[in-house]
């Protein structure tokens, strides 16, 4: 019961931050004149990437720290919460966006049908496959510790030119900047001066480490109390409670057929999460993936497959198609109980 107060206390921390967080950084982007497609689709993205984020960092980090079998649990911890991000947003966060519809459909212009700028998402789709499949061979074939740094360096480059892209191209941004800064009420204080939104940020990114740290220690706790592995725990609790919360706002540009900007916001954090993250992995553990681990990620990489050639027809994407990418989620859990029993 403690174990589970422990975890439920990190995760609120974390998520309260990056709440602040996304809240300064978009008007610290403002005020740094940076326009709005950096603004809103890439700062704006990091905060809503950090909540699961910061977990593997911090785990990471302790592992590096940590004694030999500390530093074995730690890592374990790292490699779950680095996969299970990508993996929930292949498949979980797909049967949501598919419910959602139906549960719209009456009021939604577009009805059941997912109607989406195609050549954006199969961007982000393919990119996704392509660098998502090179990170989990790494950890599948074995490779020497310079390859691996190598395709760090790869991943890292190419999100890089992700990034530069989407400012070049610009197009709609993901969220728009907030008139206020929440800690700073304007209507009784005046306009936030720029020292009190860093102020918010720096504090924000203590708080999440510190939230990320007793996470991974209650992770530990209650993988030692339950004789589950540590690196199941987290790649299912970890993006649950923090990557799956998020993509709620999809639910509400749904409601609103604003169908692009809600697909895309599940669509760019899929290239996130296979490339910073995953290179964390590669750099600062032994990237060795069992096979509970190994077959989440082959999930995905069917899920985003299937999701690719359906983007390839020119007919729009319809709700039973991504409530069918939920059933891989299941699949999963399935087999993980399984194995649990053996």
Known sequence: MVTVLILVVALVAI????????????????RLNLGSGATGSVLAAVGTALPETMIP?????????AGESAGAAASEIGIGAILGAPFLLATLAM???????????????NGADLVIEKRTTRRDILFFLVF?????????????TYVKVIVAIVLVAAYSFYVWRTIVAGGEALAETPEDLTLWPESRWGRAPTWAIVAQVLGTLVVMGVGAHIFVRGVEQASDSLGIPAGLIALVLAPLATELPEKFNSVIWLR??????????????????????VSLGLLFTRWELDFISAFAAGLALASGVILFLFLLRKTPLHAWQMLGAGSLYVVFLAVAIYQLAL
Do not use: H, W, Y
């Open 15 to 30: 998520l309260g931050a990056a709440f602040l967080f996304t809240n300064a950084v978009e008007m610290l982007g403002e």
């Open 57 to 65: 960092v911090v785990a990471l980090v302790g592992a590096a720290l």
């Open 95 to 109: 049967f949501v966006v598919g419910a959602s519809i139906l549960g719209f459909r009456r009021r939604r212009e």
């Open 132 to 144: 998502f499949a090179l990170a989990a061979g790494a950890g599948i074939v074995a490779l020497p």
């Open 256 to 277: 609103q057929d604003k169908d692009t900007l809600a697909f895309g916001n599940i669509t760019g954090a899929m290239v996130f999460q296979s490339t910073l993250p």
